[in-house]
Structures are given as structure tokens and as C-alpha cells.
């Protein structure tokens, strides 16, 4: 059985437990997401972890626990007043695409842009856009400051402290905009650590199946002078 068919059961239970209301095409590209990981990892070296089924857990799952959480605050968002659609994402640093892609896979109404410094990891996010038929997700070669869009939110997973992450990306977040930051276990130090002109708004705790550790997204917006 290949390595495709034996993670689609394990995968799938997984997303039943997060309370992700995911279409079959979905699984399917989730899937076709991991296998191009292994495919390129061996030559790109995106990341340590080359077991697939630690692989279904430590990247897919993980990434999977905050699209409930990201899919919330979209649907606020919409309800804003003039809210009309057409909501962009940054994901910082985003390597192999996590938790990039998979947002990009679940949130379809969402565009997803991934920046790395590498060349080749933007190039692997091009690669996957292209071959999963993702319009919504591009890949971007570029430091986060040298960004000039504006992104309604801005996401990193294990990328950098969030005092770097906030000023380094800052630039690049709308004025509304929000930051989600995917961490361990909760941050004390480097919450405290935080400029004066980030608020905290809430540290939401996450539950990935299959993982016994702690996870949580950090969620920050700027501080509007009054």
C-alpha cells in the first residue's frame, strides 16, 4: 500500500477531530501537498522531519489545528463593514509551506502568499501551486521587510521571537490587519518582550491529534493611537 493511501485514514480522523468541514478534493490535496514535501525534501532539504507519518502529525495536523481558529476570525472579518471579500494572507518564513499551503487548501476564498529568503522554497511553493491547481497561493523569493503589499493577516510557525517577527513584518500587515503566530508552549518571555505598539488580543490554546505537546496561536494587532 503506498505511502498516499496509508496517511488518507489517519488524515482523515485527524480533520474530524479539529471539526474541519473539508471536502474530499481537499483530503486529496492535503495529501498531495505531503507527498510533494517528501518528494522535494530529499533534494531541498525543507525540513528535518523525513518519516511520513511524523510528517502527517508534526506539519500536517499541527498546521491543520489552526485553520478552525484562522477560518473564525475570516468569517468576522467578512462581517465587518466594508468587508467585501478578497482577504490576503502572509505567511512569514514559510520554508515548505507550513502552515502556508494548507491554509491556502482550506481557506480557497483566502489568498495565500508564502515569502522565504531561500530561493528554492519559493520556488517548491511556486512548484505546488501550479501542481495542486491552487490560484490562491503564490510564492514569494524576498525579506518580509522588503514587502510593500498589505496583508489582512500575517502568520508565521516557529519562524523567529514574536518581538522580531512584529517588527520585521510589520510594514507589511494592513492597518486592521492582524498577526497569528504559531507557537509551543505559551510564550511568557517572549509576550513580555513585545513592543510598546503590539497588543496581545488573545493566546488561543491548540489541541493536535496525535501530538502530545503543547501548541497555541498568538494573536496580535498593532496599537492605533487614539
Known amino acids: 500500500m503506498s505511502a498516499h493511501a496509508l496517511l488518507r485514514a489517519p488524515l482523515e480522523q485527524g480533520i474530524q477531530t479539529l471539526g474541519l468541514d473539508l ?5 486529496g490535496q492535503l495529501l498531495d501537498f505531503l507527498a510533494l514535501l517528501q518528494k522535494w525534501n530529499k533534494v531541498y532539504n525543507l525540513t528535518s522531519v523525513r518519516d511520513p507519518g511524523e510528517m502527517l502529525t ?38 515548505g509551506g507550513l502552515p502556508g499551503v494548507v491554509f491556502a487548501i482550506c481557506c480557497p476564498e483566502l489568498d495565500v502568499s508564502c515569502v522565504d529568503t531561500v530561493a528554492k522554497k519559493a ?8 501542481t495542486l491547481r491552487l490560484p490562491n497561493l ?3 523569493h524576498a525579506r518580509v521587510e522588503s514587502l510593500t503589499q498589505a496583508f489582512d493577516v500575517v502568520s508565521c510557525r516557529a519562524f523567529a521571537s514574536l518581538a522580531d ?6 510594514a507589511a500587515l494592513s492597518h486592521d490587519g492582524v498577526w497569528l503566530a504559531m507557537k509551543g508552549k505559551h510564550p511568557a518571555d517572549e509576550l513580555a518582550a513585545l513592543p ?3 497588543s496581545v488580543f488573545h493566546v488561543e490554546p491548540l489541541a493536535v491529534p496525535g501530538l502530545d505537546a503543547e501548541r ?3 494573536w496580535m494587532r498593532p496599537v492605533t493611537a487614539a
Not at 520556488?123 to 501550479?130: E, L, N, P, S, V
Request: charged share 10%.
Open 23 to 27: 471536502t474530499d478534493a481537499q483530503h
Open 58 to 95: 508534526h506539519h500536517l495536523l499541527d498546521s491543520l489545528a489552526a485553520v478552525g481558529p484562522l477560518q473564525r476570525h475570516l468569517e468576522q472579518r467578512m462581517q465587518g463593514p466594508g468587508q467585501g471579500g478578497g482577504l490576503r494572507l502572509l505567511d512569514v518564513g514559510s520554508g
Open 123 to 130: 520556488a517548491f511553493i511556486q512548484q505546488t501551486a501550479a
Open 138 to 140: 503564490h510564492g514569494l
Open 165 to 170: 517577527f512584529t517588527t520585521w513584518s510589520g
Open 196 to 198: 510598546a505598539g503590539v
Open 216 to 218: 497555541c496561536i498568538v
